[in-house]
């Protein structure tokens, strides 16, 4: 019954712990969500006094020659539609040029094919071939009561030809010149159920051929009557300083991240990272967990008087054997060694039964109560979302303190037996 | 081997604040030598517990020195008396005093454990006592399943399984029959002979004391010197 009680205590640490580890991690999953922990988002640059959000060659080369930043990335867009086609099939989204050789270095994944090696080779999103619901005339989506058509796969086109139609203007009319590019990859799978990656990513190679064919920066289409625009609203020319957007520092590891945020604040260059929102997060998750495994704590300190009770027993009922075993030459402290291992593996057993139970409750948990508080509350919870978690680190220290109170329980009936009176104890009759 | 010099013993009995002194042991001086057989005899309530207890280290005398070994224990720690006990003596009890929940081959391990020695080296000395003492089959009996002459044949095999120089023992025949008493009195005799045990024996009985080389006998808390030999 004593291990059953410790066993009771060590599963309530454990599972009100879990919910601590459980919530925490649901939410900062859901706050990082596609985000690597190592990524510093450059919005901006602060240069006297006044703030840009564009970055140039020179900030790229900058960044990169800060300690602990593993590689820089940046994605600009193509500014016009291209009109892309695969195999007659329209295709719709962005076409976004990266530095591939950057996002390789960043951990940029593919779920099929590989990254670009030539000039004319790109990546697509995985989302590329779904359909769009289209919207009827009085905003119901129409598609929504049609059957479903599933989707190709998008790595179904790994291997073939998309053709791209660079549009300019040629002495006030459009002109469209066809560029083939082979597809060679799929981008993953985004985390997020409602996250659709539709782009096209393009590498500089590609970028250049578009911007020779349009003559301005990221294949901007030259306005009919360009002489009738403000020149600074005009597309700049392929060699003036390109301007960057959307540039990423990726750190060497996560520990590095709060001091290159700091550097780089230091010269200028704004900045955010997750790590500033998941900082303070853990800090309120630290502090409730610390309270959640005090509480804990409380239950097991609770079944630690059984503990005391069965040990003051066992000395109380062998007095006799304890009584001979020093009559014979037992050490004290060997005699206490006797007591504290009997009530240390109390502790054990009841560690390691309620380790069990608490795992099973904690499945139990993330099984149930979603689907009572998605019956309740009429609304559903996040994919993945956890009430509970148990990780290695809280079973550990669950059984480190059913161990060390159920030792301490022990401890003082352990002292008693060493003050056994030996003639007393051997007077006494079986 | 076992010196005592000017030792003395009372006890306090009594309520608290209301003891009151009993004297049991008055200046007794005596020497057991290696390889003797001394049996320390008198009348119940002459004292003789009282001295094996002092020279065991149960209890410390009010006054006066012992020596063992040419090692004064008197002033000896608690922790300190366990490891001379238990690398010095061996202890033959009246009733026994078997631990109940363990085997035979348990009890006779004990003092080995407690020294710390090897499972396999346990298992082979424990094999051996009771093969001596004629009782190998009984290994796996518990103490209420031997009978009186068994138990004390245990008892003998764990005293002396660390192959003490001195045993002591307090009525060793006392709850034995005559034949299991004579049976005792000649493993003795054999362990003193051929291994050179010295035995320190409190008795009444007459047939345990004629197997003594030496009796010291103890009346009213002194050595009787018309009786001792």
């Known amino acids: 019954m004593t291990v059953l009680a410790t066993a009771m205590g060590c599963s309530f640490l454990i599972v009100l712990a879990s919910v601590g580890f459980g919530l925490q991690s649901s939410i900062v999953d859901g706050l990082v969500g596609d985000r690597l922990v190592t990524e510093i988002d450059i919005w901006g640059k602060e240069s006297g006094g006044k703030t840009s959000n564009e970055l140039t060659d020179d900030d790229l080369n900058a960044l990169r020659a800060f300690e602990h930043v593993k590689t820089v990335t940046y994605r600009n867009h193509v500014q016009q539609s291209l009109g892309k086609t695969v195999d007659g099939t329209n295709v719709s989204g962005p076409t976004i040029i990266v530095d591939f050789e950057a996002e390789t270095k960043a951990g940029f994944e593919l779920s099929a094919g590989r ?290 109170v159920a030792v301490l329980s022990g401890a003082r009936p352990a002292r008693r037996a060493t003050r056994i009176d030996v003639l007393r104890a051997l007077r006494r009759d079986v | 081997m076992i010196e005592l010099n000017g030792v003395s013993h009372q006890f306090m009995i009594g309520k608290k604040g209301k003891e009151r002194i009993v004297p049991v042991l008055h200046h007794i001086d005596m020497r057991v030598e290696r390889g003797e057989i001394v049996a320390i005899v008198g009348r119940s309530g002459s004292g003789k517990s009282t001295l094996l207890n002092l020279i065991s280290g149960y209890i410390r005398p009010t006054s006066g020195e012992i020596k063992v070994m040419d090692k004064t224990v008197t002033k000896l720690g608690e922790g300190e008396w366990a490891n001379f006990r238990l690398a010095h003596f061996g202890f033959m009890f009246q009733s026994f005093q078997l631990i109940p929940s363990m085997t035979a081959f348990e009890n006779v391990e004990l003092p080995l454990v407690l020294r710390g020695v090897s499972p396999r080296q346990r298992t082979k000395r424990v094999h051996e006592m009771l093969e001596r003492v004629g009782l190998a089959e009984f290994a796996s009996h518990y103490p209420g399943e031997l009978s009186g002459g068994q138990q004390q044949r245990v008892s003998v095999a764990r005293a002396l399984v660390l192959s003490p120089p001195i045993v002591l023992a307090d009525e060793p025949t006392g709850s034995l029959d005559s034949e299991n008493e004579r049976e005792l009195l000649r493993l003795i005799r054999k362990l003193n002979r051929e291994h050179g045990v010295t035995f320190l024996i409190i008795t009444h009985d007459e047939q345990v004391a004629a197997v003594a080389h030496r009796r010291i006998a103890i009346r009213d808390g002194r050595i009787d010197p018309q009786i001792t030999l």
């Open chain 1, 115 to 404: 990254l670009p090696q030539a000039a004319n080779e790109i990546v697509i999103g995985y989302n590329i071939r779904e359909q769009d619901p289209v919207p009827s005339a009085d905003g119901r989506d129409e598609t929504a009561a049609q059957p479903k058509q599933p989707s190709e796969p998008a790595s179904g086109w790994i291997g073939k030809t998309m053709r791209l139609e660079v549009t300019q203007m040629v002495n006030g009319a459009e002109q469209k010149t066809p560029l083939d590019a082979t597809i060679v990859g799929v981008t993953k799978q985004p985390t997020r159920e409602w996250l659709k990656d539709r782009v096209v990513y393009i590498g500089e190679p590609l970028l250049e051929q578009i911007e020779a064919i349009t003559g301005t920066q990221f294949g901007a289409v030259m306005p009919a009557e360009p002489e009738n625009v403000p020149k600074e609203q005009l597309p700049r020319s392929p060699d003036e300083p390109r301007r960057y957007g959307e540039v990423q520092v990726i750190a060497e590891n996560a520990q590095y991240v709060k001091g290159i945020g700091e550097r780089l604040r230091a010269a200028g260059y704004l900045n955010h990272s997750v790590a500033n929102e998941l900082e303070q997060i853990n800090i309120v998750f630290l502090i409730m967990k610390i309270g959640l495994v005090f509480v804990g704590t409380i239950a097991v300190l609770i079944a630690s008087i059984g503990i005391y009770n069965t040990m003051t027993m066992a000395v109380t009922e062998r007095t006799q054997d304890i009584g001979i075993m020093k009559a014979i030459g037992a050490h004290p402290s060997a005699i206490r060694r006797v007591f504290l291992l009997e009530s240390g593996m109390i502790g054990l057993a009841g560690a390691a039964i309620g380790i069990v139970v608490s795992y099973a409750l904690s499945v139990a948990v993330n099984a149930t109560l979603p689907v009572l508080i998605e019956s309740f509350v009429e609304e559903k919870l996040p994919d993945g979302f956890r009430f509970s978690l148990i990780p290695p680190v809280l079973t550990a220290l669950a059984a480190a303190i059913s161990l060390g």
